[in-house]
């Protein structure tokens, strides 16, 4: 979640959820989200060499090798004008930004997956994997914000390759893009860029070829109830009949409202541009944003891989990817 938002709180308990807790249970059953790996990803991605994640340094530039290496095993293509076969800088796109009156280098990793029976309309998976690095002399391993979306978003990928044809008819033509965006933490550069270039008419995709979009930042630490929140619902006709979906897959309770403030002392959030969703919404891409509310690890060097619920995570996993495959009338949207 973008270091912009430090002093807020994410998704705390709304008014409904505090009263109906009990709709809400632990006891969720992923059916084929693999936990080992999940774990793997996130280990490796918040591991000592990486410092952290920061954009423009070292650990980044690692953490972008074990993303592309993990895009190349999965078998997903580069989004590249000349991809140079075999090479896994392919993935790579970079951008420039303005930040603290200097101008500085971000880089997006794009895999794509096309449908094996042709489309011109895209879905696309949204993961930043940039952290806030070392702080006050500490490493801060951001394994909830946001391993654990890459990581999940890995494991979306890799289903997605397994199983090209499943979903119904139509969904099954929509051709898949998987991108791990760099820069959300000072200011959602990465989610900026990417639109920029959908944006260009030329582009495949572009802006008007794209069903929708899933962001996923946070998706790995439920709080009190037991359930992911789901941003975005207010772009979709048949948001009840979409969760009703998701939500059968494996038990997994899906909350659509989020809070305004928790407490005197608190800030009100812009849920709207806490994350990589809001360039989304300002190019009017049809998005979800999956993420769990915030915790005392959030933005500490205490967020590390042991304290992830892998099996949470992996059912929120199953759930999004069940966004990929869905009938794509049930995305329409409002006028």
């Not at 090479?87 to 895999?111: C, E, H, K």
Request: with cysteine; net charge positive; charged share 20%.
């Amino acid at each position: 979640m973008t270091h912009l938002l430090l002093t807020f709180v994410f998704f705390m308990l709304i008014s409904g959820c505090a009263i109906d807790n009990s709709s809400c249970r632990a006891g969720v059953t992923p059916e084929w989200a693999n936990t080992t790996v999940l774990k793997s990803d996130i280990s490796q991605l918040t591991s000592p060499a990486l410092q952290g994640r920061k954009t423009g340094t070292k650990g980044a530039k690692l953490s972008r090798e074990y993303i592309s290496q993990r895009f190349a095993q999965i078998g997903l293509t580069p989004w590249s004008v000349s991809p140079k076969s075999g090479d896994i800088a392919d993935y790579a796109i970079p951008f420039t930004y303005d930040y603290q009156f200097s101008q500085r280098q971000g880089v997006n990793l794009v895999g794509i997956l096309r449908s094996p029976t042709g489309s011109h309309r895209w879905r696309i998976v949204i993961a930043h994997y940039d952290h806030l690095g070392k702080k006050a002399g500490r490493v801060h391993p951001g394994a909830d914000d946001n391993a654990s979306g890459v990581a999940a978003m890995l494991q979306i990928a890799a289903q997605s390759a397994r199983l090209p044809h499943s979903g119904d008819d139509s969904a099954e033509r929509a051709n898949l893009m998987f991108v791990a965006t760099d820069a959300e933490e000072p200011g959602l550069f990465g989610g900026y860029a990417l639109v920029e270039r959908l944006n260009n008419p030329a582009s495949t995709p572009n802006s008007e070829q794209i069903d929708l979009a899933i962001n996923m930042d946070m998706v790995g630490r439920p709080g009190r109830p037991y359930a992911i929140y789901l941003e975005g619902k207010a772009g979709f006709k048949n948001f009840n009949q979409i969760r009703q979906q998701i939500t059968a897959e494996n038990g997994l309770c899906i909350k659509a409202n989020h809070p305004g403030r928790l407490g005197r002392d608190l800030k009100r959030v812009d849920w709207l541009r806490a994350s990589d969703h809001y360039p989304l919404h300002k190019a009017q891409i049809p998005w979800l944003y999956f993420g769990v509310p915030p915790h005392r690890d959030y933005h500490a060097p205490t967020d590390t891989t042991e304290k992830i619920d892998l099996k949470f995570l992996a059912a929120v996993t199953e759930s999004a990817y069940q966004l990929l495959i869905i009938n794509s009338l049930l995305l329409q949207n409002t006028p």
